[in-house]
């Protein structure tokens, strides 16, 4: 596995009991890296502020990331500008062992668990993860509408039988 674009690792050793505070920023090539994974034309800005703290071997990360994206409409591919602004939990638990285990139910609090090996944590990459799970999986120029019009596209209002009565009745 490769390296990840925006490794910012905190060694486990160096957490007390106590909450630590902790602020990451990415860089330019990174945020260019992190922009071609995620299929985005530029991330501007993306930091993130959390407190670190332990529970046993877990490692919990609460706190906020930010970012300004630029994302390509779905419609015309044209620049649409988004700020993001995003809470996070975050329960980093060693990783298990291979051994095959029984399918199990997810509750809406395991969905938030990242796996760590060996001595740290990766807190870079699972802002990462969560600002592209942040990314609205459809953006929209505001122009969009009229760009699909013109290229023949009917709108949901004009398809289906519905369209057909009303053209009906406009005839008549």
Known sequence: MSEPEFARPVRIDTLGGAARPIAIEAEEGERAA???RFGLLAI???TATAELS???DAILATGNLKAAVVQACVASGAPVPARIDEPFALRFVPQADDKAEPEIELEEADLDVVPYE??????GEAVAQ???LALDPFPRAPDADAVLREAGVIGEDEAGPFSALKALRDKL
């Open 54 to 56: 332990r529970d046993g």
């Open 118 to 123: 060996g001595g740290a944590i990766d807190l």
């Open 44 to 46: 501007e800005t993306l």
């Open 34 to 36: 992190l922009a071609r």
């Open 130 to 132: 969560t600002l592209a």
